[in-house]
């Protein structure tokens, strides 16, 4: 999900501390939240993050960066070497941007395959805590490869998704709503179903 920061970084991870607290109830996978480590065994025996512990890893990694623009993981959830990784970027692509991601794990991952009510309160959870201006997705790390040379590239700039939220002033809301199999407007835009975690590709390739 990426929207425009409305404030300095550290400000923004006060966000991301109260996205993480009302995604917790969501799926077991992520009611406990550690910081990401060199090794198993050391995040095996780190403890739970706090909201002290994620704004000082982002005033860390502002201040010891070189340029404007930064990028962490500060966080997973889940089971080692299977969970949840959180990642967040400052001023990407442009000066201002900022967003978040979330590398589902295996079991959050067929989860939110297995149930749409699911993937829909996640995406509305974010929707609604970040209120993205720019475009927010849930995709999967095995969808086909688009053939940019047959194809052409998507008119956005990020992943394409089975959900995705776009803002109402969005440039490709009115398109979006032309393709989606589902609509649901939350926050300042709207989230998007096209098809299925399977079908998804098929569709946006009409774009």
């Known amino acids: 999900m990426r929207r425009r920061a409305l404030d300095a970084p550290v400000s923004e991870g006060r966000r991301v501390w109260e996205w993480i607290q009302q995604i917790r109830p969501l799926h077991p996978s992520l009611g406990l939240w ?3 480590a060199d090794s198993p ?6 403890p739970p993050i706090t909201q002290d512990y994620l704004l000082q890893y982002i005033h860390d990694a502002q201040t010891t960066s070189r340029y404007p623009h930064f990028s962490l993981a500060p ?9 949840n990784k959180l990642e967040l ?13 979330l590398m589902t794990g295996e079991a959050l991952g067929s989860a939110l395959d297995a149930s749409e ?28 490869i688009k053939n940019l040379n047959r194809d052409k590239p998507y008119p ?35 989230i998007f179903t096209f098809g299925t975690p399977d079908t998804y590709p098929t569709i946006l390739n009409q774009w």
Do not use: C
């Open 117 to 144: 009510d699911l993937a829909d309160t996640l995406m509305h959870t974010t929707a609604s805590v970040f209120t993205p201006n720019i475009i927010g997705g849930l995709s999967r790390s095995d969808h086909p």
């Open 75 to 83: 966080a997973f959830s889940g089971q080692i070497n299977q969970g």
């Open 41 to 46: 065994q050391e995040a095996e025996q780190g």
């Open 156 to 190: 956005f700039f990020y992943v394409p998704g089975w959900k995705m939220f776009f803002a109402s002033d969005s440039p490709h809301y009115q398109r979006a709503t032309q393709l989606a199999t589902r609509t649901v407007p939350v926050a300042n835009g709207a």
């Open 34 to 36: 550690r910081p990401t």
């Open 89 to 101: 970027s400052f001023n990407k692509p442009s000066p201002g941007n900022a967003g978040i991601g």
